[in-house]
């Protein structure tokens, strides 16, 4: 069974950057298409961004297009979430999820994912 781990997370300035890292242990990620959630308090869990196992296709949500970046190193057992232009709004607990050989995207729903991380709090002062 994979088990994944987010690190990364922290205290940034707006405008700021931060990578976030999920580090899969127990089996190799290689075939896990893998996504990013956040939920921030007081509301519902958004989806953020997702990195297929097949080709490295990608999808994000409107919200960060453009400033976030997720990108895979299977060599690494490892997927990145690189997040630029932070701003305030972006503050909440990041959590990475997989879904093993799963065949396209989108996969946008917390409920399609297999596995899930414990989360990582990323803060964003103004």
């Known amino acids: 069974q994979v088990q994944l781990v987010e690190s990364g997370g922290g205290l940034v300035q707006a405008g700021g950057s931060l990578r976030l890292s999920c580090s899969a242990s127990?089996?190799?990620?290689?075939?896990?298409?893998v996504g990013w959630f956040r939920q921030a308090p007081g509301k519902e869990r958004e989806f953020i961004a997702a990195i297929t196992w097949t080709t490295g296709s990608t999808d994000y949500a409107d919200s960060v297009k453009g400033r976030f970046t997720i990108s895979r190193d299977n060599a690494k057992n490892t997927v990145y979430l690189q997040m630029n232009s932070l701003k305030p709004e972006d503050t909440a607990v990041y959590y990475c999820?997989?879904?093993?050989?799963?065949?396209?995207?989108?996969?946008?729903?917390?409920?399609?994912?297999?596995?899930w991380g414990q989360g990582t709090q990323v803060t964003v002062s103004s």
């Open positions: 127990g089996r190799t990620i290689s075939s896990y298409t």
């Open positions: 999820v997989g879904k093993s050989r799963v065949y396209g995207l989108p996969l946008r729903r917390w409920d399609m994912y297999d596995i």
